[in-house]
């Protein structure tokens, strides 16, 4: 744990300074360039990232701006770990932490590549497979990642849908509800 906070230390530090100076800038790209030479893909990769943080420079915004919504999605994902875990305990399944930690982190990787409309299968066979290589027996670490996409998955489908139906109906009436928004006098 300890080289993970080091290695988000120093991936901040280096960001802070890419962002703030061009020379850091073009020494990175110089490097990059050097070391991708010969792998076509990783030279288009590090142009792409390099257009991404040249637009990000000149955004203008202080670094406090940014935070926030970095701070919701760590937030996200501690909340997300504290999930499975509360349902690896629920069904008294033994947590090995840094198991369920890598497991969880794992997982996240084919997660953010949408490869099934809602990871449907992705997450539940991962976080199953990876389960049982930390030790845990298979029936159960099935039984953990099926309770974990339940709660986490399926559990919120409902709210989404509520959400999804609410602004439907407020995009049809308009935007401030039919016709409360004409003014006296105003006929159709």
Not at 43 to 66: F, I, K, S
Not at 74 to 85: E, H, K, P
Not at 142 to 148: K, R, T
Not at 153 to 167: D, E, K, N, S
């Amino acid at each position: 744990m300890p080289l993970v906070l080091v290695a988000l230390v120093a991936s901040a530090a280096v960001a802070a300074l890419v962002r703030r100076s061009k020379t850091a800038r073009r020494c990175l790209r110089r490097l990059w360039g050097r070391g991708t030479r010969h792998v076509g893909w990783a030279r288009e990769l590090g142009v792409a990232t390099g257009r991404v943080v040249d637009r990000a420079a000149h955004l203008g915004q202080e670094w406090w701006r940014w935070a926030t919504p970095l701070l919701q999605s760590l937030g996200n994902w501690v909340f997300d770990l504290a999930c499975l875990i509360l349902c690896m305990h629920a069904p008294h399944i033994a947590v090995a932490w840094p198991g369920a930690l890598v497991a969880y982190v794992l997982t996240q990787i084919p997660a953010g590549l949408r490869l099934t409309p809602g990871n449907i299968g992705v997450v539940e066979a991962g976080l199953a497979v990876l389960l049982s290589a930390y030790g845990v027996p298979s029936s159960e670490a099935l039984a953990a990642a099926l309770l974990y996409r339940a709660v986490n998955y399926w559990a919120v489908q409902p709210i989404g849908w509520c959400c999804c139906a609410v602004m439907t109906l407020r995009g049809r009436r308009g935007p401030r509800g039919g016709r409360a928004h004409l003014r006296r006098g105003d006929q159709e």
